[in-house]
């Protein structure tokens, strides 16, 4: 069952074609319905919580952003278990990390598990070092000729699990 819980990200479609069958496989956040993405921030707030003065409040915060270009080129991994395409550049997504923080206090990125924010989108999150190495070996195949993918991120997504997986309730647009 999946818990009662929201995030706010990007959403990139640019990158499903290429992304989604490793993450339908090796991404547990895919399976229960979440799309490439980028996250600013994870776990924001139980779905319930999400007032209307929390969505005029992240309406605020991100219509001091304007909309930004990126790529996806490079395939990185975290020292153990994900595998995933970095943005370049990644400040402009930090930033509105930062911006969500200080609009909402007490949240942290991962719950604060993570010392630095590092934006990815992930491909493969798994346990087994050996089997992570074989995907990374795959994917760098099946990605020849498809990186880098050039994307403008002109909006924020708020999901939430209340339909039982990730949908989108709301989308806060950069200017």
């Not at 994870?42 to 005029?56: A, G, I, M, Q, R």
């Not at 010392?115 to 195949?141: C, G």
């Amino acid at each position: 069952m999946l818990l009662l819980q929201s995030t706010l990200v990007d959403l990139v479609p640019a990158a499903e074609q290429l992304v989604r069958p490793y993450r339908k496989k090796y991404d547990p956040s895919a399976v229960a319905g979440m799309p490439a993405h980028i996250t600013l921030l994870y776990p924001f707030k139980v779905p319930d919580e999400v007032s209307e003065t929390v969505l005029h409040d992240l309406a605020e915060c991100f219509a001091h952003f304007k909309a930004f270009d990126f790529t996806l080129a490079a395939i990185r991994r975290f020292p153990h278990e994900v595998l995933y395409l970095a943005p370049e550049p990644d400040e402009p997504f930090r930033q509105l990390t930062l911006a969500i923080q200080d609009r909402f206090p007490g949240t942290l990125p991962y719950g604060g598990k993570y010392s630095n924010i590092v934006p990815h989108l992930t491909i493969a999150q798994l346990a087994d070092e050996q089997q992570v190495e074989q995907i990374v070996v795959e994917f760098a195949q099946a990605s020849q000729g498809q990186l880098p993918i050039r994307v403008t991120a002109t909006e924020i997504a708020l999901m939430d699990t209340r339909a039982g997986s990730w949908c989108v309730r709301t989308r806060f647009a950069l200017r």
